[in-house]
């Protein structure tokens, strides 16, 4: 595993090899003699579907073959010293062409305009944005073995594809093991004289790796997208509204241990980093939380610490705690020292006495915490906070009622009862609006709702649709 994933950062390190120098080309080379063509291309298959997670199967599948083809020519006995250049410089230039069948990229446009090696690193760093919306779906036992006895490369091909492409930020190493144990149990069942017995038992068998990759792809795509100092604020705000009798002494160190894991193991080469890392994050869970609340205690009697992983994780936010109104930090408090201490302190007291989405309060409380944080760096520190408090004040107030009227009902009742209840609040809100204006008004917010308004939203998604509902708002 370790020489395999060598090969697959030389790979992620330069699109395509691109890079040109001696060096990682004998590297290269040596890997491909090592792992041979079949396990070369399986594995570049991986890896591209992962870092262009919107390409087509047909896009990823040509820029494979052409990575292939490249490394096979240059890497054979014989080959002109200047292959490796030659052959990655025609790729780059290739990908420059209008009708290019890689992977489409928006930056693509500005790499062209460099040239030589500077486009191909520009390409290089080039990725998409993660799948917030896995849309993988596992066939029957049936259509598996119909499709792979029809076509066993066709169907291995299609299933990396697949499935990296839809949990693409999974550690590498999970999704290498997870994918060739699922190849495995297909090969072996689907010649097995008992099928169904079969895959029962061999489900069983990965079951746990499956929930490891699956639960690191969900962490690791909001680690992606937030940041690593966002993040740690996104699990105070979620422990905070999980166990709102909690203190900030018992959840700030487990959202600052979940952070500092995901910083080390979601672009790990190491094989059991998260397989490590994430049980011994669940214990110090239980033991600071479930005696606390008895949705964190139910948890804690899992019999697996993945499944003790995963039942915090889903858990809703509880009923929040009343207290005092919640004044915004001072100048004193923001303009010395503690500031980040204070900045936790009014997170976590503002997230467990709030009903509102993680997504919508990160974004709000970023938002004023900087504008605050900037009046430091002004002449007239104090005047420019005394002017702005009250405005931010006021900002923030009217962002969590518009989010809670957004979020109304949803997460007390099944979605078919939450649309009847959307469906009154907005026809008493809108009473001439025509039936077939109602039911649109139904369908957009009952969609927003779904997506965005639960405990584990997917932020990229949600932030961008909360700005352009809450412009007004946000602008003002």
Partial sequence: MKSVLVLLLALALGHALERGRDYEKDKVCKELAMLGKDDFRSLSLILYSKKFSSGTFEQISQLVKEVVALTEECCAEGADPNCYDTRTSELSTKSCESDAPFPVHPGTPEC???????????MAALSHQPQE???YVEPTNEEICEAFRKDPKGFAD???YEYSSNYGQAPLPLLIGYTKSYLSMVGSCCTSASPTVCFLKERLQIKELSVLTTMSNRVCSQYAAYGKEKSRLSHLIKLAQKVPTANLEAVLPLAEDLTQILSRCCESTSED????ELPEHTLKICDNLSAKNSKFEECC???????IFMCTYFMPAAEPVQSPAIKLPTKTDLCGQRATQVMDKYTFELSRSTQLP???????LETTLKSLRECCETQDSAACFSTQSPLLKKQLTSFIERGQEMCADYSENTFTEYKKKLAERL???TPNASAGELEDMVDKRSDFASKCCSTNSPPLYCSLQIDAEMKDILQS
Avoid at 273 to 276: E, L
């Fill in 112 to 122: 062209c305009t460099k040239e030589g090696l500077e486009r191909k690193l520009c």
């Fill in 133 to 135: 919306f896995p849309t």
């Fill in 158 to 160: 299609q299933f990396l």
């Fill in 273 to 276: 980093c998260m397989a490590k």
């Fill in 301 to 307: 009697q899992e019999k697996t610490p993945m499944n």
């Fill in 358 to 364: 993680e997504v919508f309060l990160s974004k709000v």
């Fill in 427 to 429: 026809r008493t809100k």
